[in-house]
């Protein structure tokens, strides 16, 4: 029986591209996060009708995507729950981190089950090569999901700098160079595992910026922003913007290419090329080289330096209160230059920048025109992440599910 306003739910099982792929997708969700359902919990979670629900789950069953569960215990096959048949399958992330490479191995719905963690610096080797230990990572996570006898169904990783380009390569990023790189093609030789892995994996590997991970996973958490953006300086001067709540790319990959505005008129020439980008008074290495904090760093890495300089700032120790100050001023001349061209909602501020917010806010504020009589004054709102640096890969992570689940068949068993 359909529910009224319901469209008529077809009486045969035709193949998956018939089905409405928003509704199937919801309600693949929904299992991927919150495990076996019946299909009258699935209808709640979701507020599809019950006719639409019979008609998506007997299409998925039909297609293997679902498989039936215990039907013992109700003896009613469809009072059953219904479980992703693909529901053991895992996630590999990967990112480089201020100190160290990551990698993790995380079930569909979000859960970390393994991370794996290789130092930048080597007291004995000094510097290591950066795309050598995000290699070196990768294969151990591969090397955990085989173990396990689990399935990779998505691998991204994920970048401080533009990615553009077909075949996607790298550029402007701190750690791995100005000029393009191609990432993905270094890790396929470094590492032997991943290349052997791709030919299997349901979607090509995701090399995205990291920014552009954590804005998803802040703006899930703000409902009813769909302009956001977002900025931090931890790893490096780091944007990303979403509109429409949906990630903002540029027609090349550049938008929000945050760390090489020329805001300071005549400042130092720039490793992309221009004079007096942002990275130039900004970036995290120069901020604690002016407040004397290089050999902090060096020795217990540049988190914990940066928390040092918080600690600092706070106590208004003059070298590190002068050196964020002067970051400070010029990450607010960047906003005053970007919020107007892409009127945001809020601006969420990750890192330590979040933490010593009020700063970057009053240098925002400092240039800020009035616009219709003062009607505009406090627009847009600025505010600190909420989830910390946890968020890069929670919002890699989600979209590693929302591409899984907007094709059905890449969860087929």
């Not at 903002?248 to 004079?275: D, E, K, M, N, Y």
């Amino acid at each position: 029986m359909t529910a009224a306003g319901e469209p008529p739910v077809p009486t045969t099982t035709g193949p998956l591209d018939e089905v409405h792929r928003a509704q199937s997708a919801r309600l693949l969700d929904h299992l991927v996060v919150h495990g076996p359902a019946t299909r009258s919990e699935l209808a709640s979670a979701t507020g599809l009708g019950r006719g639409t629900i019979a008609g998506l789950t007997s299409r998925l069953l039909d297609a293997g995507v679902l498989r039936p569960g215990d039907t013992a215990a109700s003896g009613d096959g469809r009072a059953a729950p219904l479980a992703l048949a693909a529901a053991d399958r895992v996630l590999v992330t990967a990112m480089l981190a201020p100190d160290e490479a990551i990698a993790t191995v995380a079930a569909l719905g979000g859960h970390e089950l393994a991370r794996f963690v290789e130092p930048l610096v080597d007291d004995d080797r000094g510097p290591a090569d950066p795309l050598e230990a995000l290699a070196i990572v990768l294969t151990r996570a591969v090397a955990r999901a085989q173990r396990g006898a689990q399935r990779v169904a998505d691998l991204t990783v994920l970048v401080d700098g533009a990615v553009v380009g077909r075949p996607a390569v790298v550029i402007t990023d701190a750690r791995i160079g100005s000029e393009p790189v191609d990432v993905l093609a270094a890790l396929r030789s470094l590492a032997p595992a991943v290349a052997e892995l791709e030919p299997g994996l349901s979607l090509p590997i995701t090399l995205q910026p990291a920014a552009m991970a954590a804005a998803l996973a802040e703006h899930a958490e703000l409902p009813g922003i769909d302009e956001m953006l977002y900025i931090a300086g931890d790893d490096a001067v780091t944007a990303a913007a979403i509109s429409g709540g949906r990630p903002l790319t540029g027609a090349h990959g550049l938008a929000s290419t945050f760390a090489h505005l020329p805001v300071v008129p005549g400042g130092a020439r720039c490793t992309c090329g221009q004079q007096g980008c942002l990275a130039t008074v900004a970036a995290p290495e120069l901020v604690l080289e002016r407040a004397g904090l290089t050999d902090f760093a060096a020795a217990q890495g540049r988190a914990a330096a940066l928390v040092e300089l918080v600690e600092r700032v706070a106590a208004a120790e003059d070298r590190a209160r002068w050196s964020w100050l002067d970051a400070a001023h010029w990450i607010g001349r960047a906003l005053q230059l970007v919020v107007p061209t892409l009127d945001p909602s809020a601006v969420i501020v990750g890192g330590y920048w979040g933490v010593l917010l009020g700063d970057v806010d009053a240098a925002f504020r400092a240039n800020r025109p009035t616009i219709g009589g003062g009607a505009l004054e406090a627009i847009p709102t600025l505010a600190p992440a909420r989830l910390g640096p946890g968020a890069v890969f929670a919002g890699a992570r989600r979209q590693a599910r929302e591409r899984l689940v907007a094709e059905p068949s890449l969860l087929a068993g």
